[in-house]
């Protein structure tokens, strides 16, 4: 089965400070990792996926399939970081569908 | 603009009633997703069409049901309505499954239950 973690459910730092959110999943197979964020209830956007390893507004993310995590990082928060990020995972096989973590809200302060 | 359209953005209902949220995929896509996003579930996945075929079912409950029409816009239709199910329904799209392929979302429809 598909599952995703997300353990904490709001992240609170201050504006320049490295910034790290968790991801852990549970799949039998090879699968797609994915950061999604959303802004003030807002439709979700995709933020970055494992497989173009990208960088976006300063997020990276490195999957871990010894450590089964997909962590989002950022070395300097921005005050407009602040948004619930979601990590989504799909199956690499057939056809699948987007399983969501719980999702952490970050909030930067000044 | 993720060109996903929802329709309404916004509903208020009461127990008991039913209602349609109406979703239209980005141009050439495919697959059609229904997810809800309420306070205290978080982000559940609902169901999944491809080209007019239900492809997986979540969470979805029996009073819950939708349809992807040959021109691959996508209805859901919410009935017996409760309390509970106040939340936010977003649908998203892709070109066809979630691997290999991003899924776009829309901007969701608001529904509270009175």
């Known amino acids: 089965a598909q599952r995703v973690t997300q353990p904490e459910k709001l992240l609170s730092v201050f504006k320049g400070a490295p910034v790290e959110l968790k991801c852990n999943y549970s799949?039998?197979?090879?699968?797609?990792l994915f950061w999604y964020v959303q802004y003030s209830r807002q439709r979700l956007q995709l933020l970055l996926r494992?497989?173009s390893r990208e960088s976006i507004k300063g997020f990276t993310a490195d999957l871990n399939k010894g450590e089964t995590s997909f962590h989002l990082k950022k070395p300097f928060a921005q005050e407009e970081d602040s948004a619930m990020y979601y990590c989504?995972?799909?199956?690499?096989?057939?056809?699948?569908?987007?399983?969501f973590g719980t999702g952490t809200r970050l909030l930067v302060s000044p | 603009d993720s060109g996903v359209t929802q329709t309404p953005k916004h509903l208020i209902t009461a127990t008991g009633q039913r209602v349609t949220l109406r979703c239209s995929p980005r141009?050439?896509?495919?697959?059609v997703y229904w997810y809800q996003q309420s306070l205290d579930q978080g982000l559940q996945f609902l169901i999944q069409?491809?080209?007019?075929?239900?492809?997986a079912k979540g969470n979805i409950l029996e009073r819950f049901s939708a349809q992807q029409f040959p021109d691959l816009h996508s209805e859901l239709n919410l009935s017996s309505l409760e309390l509970g199910d106040s939340a936010l329904y977003f649908c998203?799209?892709?070109?066809?499954?979630?691997?290999?392929?991003?899924?776009?979302f829309g901007e969701g429809s608001w529904l509270t239950v009175v």
């Open positions: 998203a799209s892709s070109a066809q499954g979630a691997n290999g392929n991003t899924i776009y």
């Open positions: 799949y039998s197979g090879s699968p797609e």
């Open positions: 494992h497989i």
């Open positions: 989504a995972l799909s199956g690499n096989t057939g056809f699948q569908k987007l399983v």
């Open positions: 141009s050439g896509d495919l697959s």
């Open positions: 069409y491809y080209n007019g075929e239900e492809r």
